[in-house]
């Protein structure tokens, strides 16, 4: 099989969307077969050797460019690679329209949209009605983006929507070492990961802020650590102050990837109280440490967490918000159950499910 | 129709947990002075108070099955129970009594919670597996009946029928959530599956909730919406729709009318509660006894209606004169029968207490006709709000934003509104959902102290349920949104909820033919335009009863149940409403801005907007019942 990926972005950021994009092209190369090649367009990242390619293609991968935000460029390159491609796998909403249009220059093409989340869950404007009326696929990252995006466009072929979940990155291991890194020091000691964005306040730290005093109150050494950075964390600060918890957070800002892997081993348990996450790749990756995880009944979230790995609240609810991480603090979750239910999103699961919707 | 109540706790000494069931039953006595019985084993305690409707010598509840394996508490009644016993009986199940409770719990022991979809009627019920040691319970499609409950520490669980029963558990807490006063102000009910009190759950409409014997507890939607399109199943003209809608309204009166004690009806002189008196009169049986309440002030009476509708029925007719200073006199009696606070529902209380004064026990309501035949003015406008959404998004965002605050800053409140839409709502969902709102939302934040505030606007201006009712109306139609929106939200939330527990104040059991989970099947997927013309209102169910229903009655245009509270609120309410908003009184409510809620009442009083009713009674409820509740 011939494909196409066409991305916002890979590895410029380390954002929720790029993780998982890499993952596709991992995928795609490990699936397409004898004779097969994988092509890549990236809209954002910056031309030059990129060390981690390596880790997401193979012998498979053909051409990979990146068009360092030159539009023009990018909407060129893809229109040239997918003359010669099967299928092209379209990274994110707003390219759908050249996944279209290279449609119409080779007929025989095929093109599949990957439908992460808040990106999908709002009414399309013409061009993309159009572009979404003629996918071959659409990836949904939850069965809950899947239904938002039938409520938009009511007459797409439901038949055509597939939920094909996140995944976890397999050259992020949760290995021995990171497991016996995990020191309870501060109980209980609960991490959150992010962005800060003030667009992204729906993200609930502040709502994890306002939980502290009340869980204070049950354990004096409650820390609550919060990896990320953005133009909300004034705020975010401010509130902390006010409420005369600043002494109990920390701000981690932007860590490396062995940094947080040491941060989700070393946590008692994760939260990310969010209203909008279509799926929270957070979560597995909490999950694949054995870290029970709280989350929003929001979203794609219930997807992910149930009752046997964390709690989920409702967005905005500060005492059932603090009562989920007492609760988790009084009765915790098997950590061998938490691991499995993250094993159930493996890379190999995600991949096969990948090749059965593009084939 | 009954009140039920139980503690499942892996923690609680039994004796607690006796006691505390006992108190909860007592508590609910009203809903069912008949019998009362009590069911004690391991962790779990279930007791239940009867009013007796079927087979009223047996029935006693909780019953087990006579392997002693399930154990069932219901509040409702089964309508088809007849019909599912000879079903039952053929795959070998043998009855001792002529209630259907008997049935329903049979039928969950051969079924499971597959017995579900089978049920035709209003229930709410719990059953303890004593093999498998799992707890479930369910509520009926539409929400006809209620089920509150609250987790308790240990994987334990406290359920009822009335939230006040909860609270005299003694477990739980009698805080209000400022959040869910928030949601009030914004609904004129909290919707589900919020209450007023913090920590307390309502289990949603059409919603089922299990523990397992680990001790997890899941809910679930067991009932949705009916397919929007079922091709072979609709009409194939007017005619025809006309016809097979005469059928199902034959056969929702003659399931409605079982009973073993008297049964009446509510008669408004409106088109629906009009209808359904006219069918059951056709039906046959002793004459029937039909209810309404009269209003002294002129333009709100619909006496003239209802006794035209009554005299061409042959009914054995009751009015009921209604006045503001017996509304003002039986206030206290009022609020102390709320379980959450209601800007709506006086009408029921009185047309139940004048029913069963009048020696029916059960009485039948046109309630959910304006649900299913676009009796609101929502089926007019919102389509049409809904083809302008387009062209307003494709104006510059600046454009946008300047308009809206510009509506924002209006003194008139439909302006408010109308920016609520136009910078809130995507879809019709979202308009459909936005316009059964009370408040604009900048008056309902202002309303709010700071805390209450923030978390209000944390929930955001949405429903609660946004997204399971707009994913459970994929693909239906502009008619069938906004009618499963109306069924949803304000007859499940408001109507529904009202009727429950102002009927059940005076040990009557309402029933409400419309709201029918058969004839909603039959009617959902027919075409829109046989169910709702713009330009008759009702004209469906008018046709199909035309031969009942006299010609004047069909044609005159929508009243409803309405009370003249404008002119009440300023004359024999108004020592009432000068006490609640006063500054002694609002200081029972800490998430309320009292300044604000003083000038509510205040502009009220002089710039006298007869429209501003409803606004300013709905806080006044809250306030009262903040209130109430320190008494």
């Known amino acids: 099989m011939k494909s196409l990926l066409v991305s916002p972005e890979l590895f410029l950021n380390n954002g929720g969307i790029a993780r998982i994009l890499r993952l596709y092209l991992k995928s795609l190369c490990e699936n397409a077969g004898a004779g097969g090649r994988v092509d890549s367009v990236v809209l954002n990242d910056r031309p030059g050797a990129e060390p981690r390619l390596g880790r997401y293609s193979d012998p498979h991968l053909g051409e990979h460019i990146a068009c360092d935000r030159r539009k023009l460029t990018f909407i060129r390159q893809t229109l040239r690679l997918a003359r010669k491609a099967d ?70 072929r439901p038949e055509r929507l597939v939920v094909v979940p996140n995944t976890l990155d397999p050259t992020f291991d949760s290995d021995e070492d ?182 | 129709m009954c009140g039920i109540a139980g503690i499942f706790s892996p923690t609680l000494p039994p004796a607690d947990r006796e006691a505390a069931v006992a108190r909860m039953v007592q508590h609910q006595a009203h809903r069912g002075p008949d019998d009362r019985g009590y069911y004690s084993r391991g962790e779990l305690t279930m007791g239940m108070c009867r009013l007796a409707i079927f087979d009223p010598a047996n029935g006693h509840q909780p019953m087990s099955t006579p392997d002693g394996r399930f154990t069932i508490v219901f509040n409702g009644a089964i309508y088809n129970h007849r019909e599912l016993r000879a079903g039952l009986e053929a795959k070998g199940w043998s009855f001792r009594t002529q209630c259907d409770t008997e049935v329903l719990l049979a039928a969950f022991a051969h079924h499971g919670p597959d017995c579900l979809p089978r049920l035709r009627g209003m229930f709410a019920f719990a059953i303890w597996d004593e093999r498998e040691r799992t707890f479930f319970a369910a509520r009926d499609p539409l929400g006809i009946k209620p089920l509150y409950y609250a987790r308790q520490p240990g994987a334990g669980l406290i359920f009822g029928s009335e939230l006040s029963a909860l609270l005299v558990s003694g477990y739980l807490s009698r805080e209000i959530d400022p959040a869910s006063a928030g949601e009030y102000l914004a609904w004129f009910s909290v919707p589900a599956p919020r209450t007023i009190y913090q920590g307390i759950a309502n289990l949603p409409a059409g919603h089922c909730l299990a523990i397992d014997a680990h001790g997890t507890l899941r809910t679930r939607a067991c009932w949705k919406m009916p397919a929007p399109a079922q091709p ?120 139940s207490q004048m029913a069963r004064a009048g020696g029916v026990t059960v009485a039948l309501s046109g309630l959910g006709g304006d649900e299913l035949f676009g009796g609101y003015p929502s089926f007019r406008d919102l389509p049409r709000l809904q083809r302008f959404l387009p062209f307003w998004r494709k104006l510059p965002a600046g454009v946008r934003h300047s308009l809206v605050t510009r509506l924002q800053g209006s003194s008139n409140t439909r302006a408010r509104k109308l920016a609520d839409f136009l910078s809130q709502a995507r879809d019709l969902h979202e308009l459909a959902a936005l316009q059964r709102r009370v408040l604009p939302e900048g008056q309902r934040l202002a309303l709010l102290a700071p805390e209450a505030r923030r978390q209000a606007e944390r929930l955001g201006p949405t429903h609660p349920m946004l997204d399971d009712f707009a994913s459970e109306l994929a693909g239906a139609d502009p008619f069938q949104i906004i009618s499963g929106w109306e069924l949803r939200t304000y007859m499940t939330d408001t109507l529904l909820r009202d009727s429950d527990v102002f009927s059940m104040a005076h040990s009557l059991e ?113 306030v009262a019942f903040a209130n109430r509740r320190q008494a």
């Not at chain 1, 989340?117 to 983006?145: F, K, N, Q």
């Not at chain 1, 500060?318 to 609760?327: D, G, N, Q, S, Y």
């Not at chain 2, 002129?298 to 003239?304: C, I, K, M």
Request: charged share 20%; net charge neutral; hydrophobic share 45%.
């Open chain 1, 87 to 156: 299928w092209l796998v379209c990274g994110h909403l707003h390219h759908l329209p050249i996944a279209w249009l290279a449609r119409r220059l080779n007929p025989r093409l095929k093109y599949a949209l990957v439908a992460h989340g808040i990106e999908v869950w709002r009414p399309y404007s013409a061009v993309e009605r159009l572009a979404l009326r003629d996918a071959h696929r659409v990836l949904c990252v939850s069965d809950y983006t899947r239904r938002q995006i039938l409520r938009f466009c009511h007459d797409l």
């Open chain 1, 178 to 359: 990171t497991r016996a890194t995990a020191q309870p020091f501060a109980l209980p000691r609960i991490l959150s990961v992010g962005r800060l964005a003030a667009t992204d306040s729906y993200k609930g730290y502040d709502t994890l802020i306002e939980a502290l005093p009340a869980i204070r109150h049950e354990h004096p050494a409650v820390r609550l650590r919060i990896v990320g950075q953005g133009d909300d964390q004034p705020r975010l600060v401010a509130l902390a102050a006010q409420l005369g918890v600043t002494g109990l957070i920390d701000f981690l800002g932007s860590i490396n990837d062995e940094a947080l892997r040491a941060e989700y081993a070393a946590c008692d348990l994760f939260a990310l109280p969010s209203r909008r996450e279509g799926f929270g790749l957070v979560y597995l990756e909490a999950m694949s440490h054995g870290k029970p995880c709280i989350g929003a009944r929001a979203g794609g979230v219930p997807e992910v967490i149930n009752e046997e790995v964390g709690q989920l609240v409702e967005y905005g609810n500060i005492p059932e918000l603090a009562a989920a991480v007492m609760e988790l603090m009084r009765r915790p979750r098997d950590s061998e159950i938490v691991r499995q239910h993250a094993a159930s999103f493996a890379f190999p699961v995600f991949s096969q499910r990948l090749h059965a919707a593009l084939t």
């Open chain 2, 232 to 351: 072979g199943r609709v009409a194939g003209n007017y005619q025809e729709f006309i016809h097979g809608l005469r059928h199902q309204l034959e056969d929702t009166i003659r399931a409605h009318r079982v009973a073993d004690v008297p049964v009446g009806a509510f008669l408004s002189g409106g088109m629906d509660s009009t209808a359904v008196v006219a069918l059951m009169a056709r039906a046959g049986g002793a004459r029937l006894k039909t209810f309404s309440l009269v209003f002294g002030e002129a333009g709100y009476s619909e006496q003239a209606s209802a006794r035209l509708a009554a005299q061409a029925c042959d009914t054995d007719h009751t009015e009921d004169l209604l006045t503001g200073a017996r509304v003002a006199a039986d206030l206290p009696q009022i609020l102390a029968s709320f379980d959450q606070p209601t800007g709506d529902g006086i009408n029921t209380y009185y047309a």
């Open chain 2, 510 to 622: 309402l029933r409400v033919p419309f709201v029918d989970r058969v004839l909603l099947e039959w009617l959902w997927p027919q075409a829109a335009w046989f169910k709702y013309d713009p330009r008759r209102t009702k004209a469906a169910l008018a046709d199909a009863t035309a031969d009942l229903v006299p010609a004047a009655l069909r044609n005159r245009p929508k009243q409803g149940f309405a009370l003249p509270f404008a002119k009440w609120m300023l004359a024999d309410l108004r020592p009432f409403l000068e006490e609640t908003f006063s500054p002694g009184s609002l200081a029972a409510c800490p998430w309320l801005d009292a300044t604000e809620v003083a000038n509510l009442w205040h502009r009220y009083t002089t710039q006298s907007d007869p429209r501003a009713w409803s606004r300013v009674w709905t806080v006044a409820m809250l």
